[in-house]
């Protein structure tokens, strides 16, 4: 496993990590990659990338993470579904929702095996 990267800022449209800014949602890999968030998952369930799906979620898990951080938006929009709730406590993945100025500081300090979903916008 590669090292966690640093989340530095985040503003409406933006999030910046290991010095790299990106103008999209991310999901953060545990081996580090920065990959960007195939909103399309649940956009085609629940007709926006608000609410998350089990299929994006099934997309965002990989084995062996410990914690999720999701951060919910600048203004907190974005919620999990219960499916892909369900499915994250199944595999015994904890979730830490915030929006995404705070869930960037809680991702700096989390430790261990842990991935990440940031929506940029709203």
């Avoid at 990590?17 to 580090?32: N, P, Q, S």
């Avoid at 994006?56 to 892909?84: F, H, K, P, R």
């Avoid at 700096?108 to 991935?115: D, L, Q, R």
């Amino acid at each position: 496993m590669g090292s966690t990267p640093r989340i530095g800022k985040t503003s409406f449209g933006r999030i910046t990590v290991a010095g790299v800014k990106y103008d999209h949602d991310i999901i953060i890999r545990l081996d580090g990659t920065v990959k960007k968030r195939k909103k399309k998952l649940s956009k085609a369930v629940y007709g926006t990338s608000h609410r998350v799906s089990l299929s994006e979620m099934e997309y965002v898990y990989e084995d062996g993470a410990e914690c999720l951080v999701i951060g919910t938006g600048q203004t907190g929009l974005v919620e999990l579904s219960e499916e892909a709730a369900d499915y994250l406590r199944q595999k015994g993945c904890q979730v830490r929702l915030a929006p995404t100025p705070a869930a960037a500081e809680l991702w700096n300090k989390t430790k261990g095996s842990v991935i990440g979903l940031f929506h940029t916008t709203c």
